[in-house]
T-cell receptor
Framework: SQQGEEDPQALSIQEGENATMNCSYKTSINNLQWYRQNSGRGLVHLILIRSNEREKHSGRLRVTLDTSKKSSSLLITASRAADTASYFC????????????FGKGTLLTVNP | ETGVTQSPTHLIKTRGQQVTLRCSSQSGHNTVSWYQQALGQGPQFIFQYYREEENGRGNFPPRFSGLQFPNYSSELNVNALELDDSALYLC??????????????FGPGTRLLVL
């Protein structure tokens, strides 16, 4: 079953604009991770935010986490055509194993 | 480049056949997880291996099985293939610690088509 749900399902912007994607989840988590996937290929890890963190930055990426609302957002600033990809949030909920539960993803298209 | 490799990259099988997919984990990692990603969906957790033992399983039938070897590489075996098994199969390696896992690094995937 899907834990995270990304919103929107698809997003189209112009180069240089900012892109914001949201993720909601259902159960308590240890951490939340964002991944990028180009054209059905492997997943590239972008950023991990732990349940006791509220905000994290990495280059042009900014991730926030609100555990009270069970939601996270990924902001990509000054987008580039190369940012065109599908973006997934994945939660790790602990327990005896370390599985990731993914949402269905947001397809981001950055037009040159 | 994550250092995680998978083989083969593409595979075509027919219903009822069996398939073995392989994954070499990143150096120093002790955990391998397998995911199935159907077209247009997010990856779904199949199972995880930690130090050669299965360490959790998703909602997949027993015809999905796996192995992890002493060098932490892994295999995913699927018996009695069905059309719905057509998907991208991803493996991810990570270093699990007592405090929890770190980032999972994914391989490029194996695209399986069942006819």
């Amino acid at each position: 079953s899907q834990q995270g749900e990304e919103d929107p399902q698809a997003l189209s912007i112009q180069e240089g604009e900012n892109a914001t994607m949201n993720c909601s989840y259902k159960t308590s988590i240890n951490n939340l991770q964002w991944y990028r996937q180009n054209s059905g290929r492997g997943l590239v890890h972008l950023i991990l935010i732990r349940s006791n963190e509220r905000e994290k930055h990495s280059g042009r990426l900014r991730v926030t986490l609100d555990t009270s609302k069970k939601s996270s957002s990924l902001l990509i600033t000054a987008s580039r055509a190369a940012d065109t990809a599908s973006y997934f949030c994945a939660t790790e909920s602990g327990g005896s194993n370390y599985k990731l539960t993914f949402g269905k993803g947001t397809l981001l298209t950055v037009n040159p | 480049e994550t250092g995680v490799t998978q083989s083969p990259t593409h595979l075509i099988k027919t219903r009822g056949q069996q398939v073995t997919l392989r994954c070499s984990s990143q150096s120093g990692h002790n955990t391998v997880s397998w995911y199935q990603q159907a077209l247009g969906q997010g990856p779904q957790f199949i199972f995880q291996y930690y130090r050669e033992e299965e360490n959790g399983r998703g909602n997949f039938p027993p015809r999905f099985s796996g192995l992890q070897f002493p060098n932490y590489s892994s295999e995913l075996n699927v018996n009695a293939l069905e059309l719905d098994d057509s998907a991208l199969y991803l493996c991810a390696s990570s270093l699990a610690r007592a405090s929890g896992t770190e980032t999972q690094y994914f391989g490029p995937g194996t695209r399986l088509l069942v006819l």
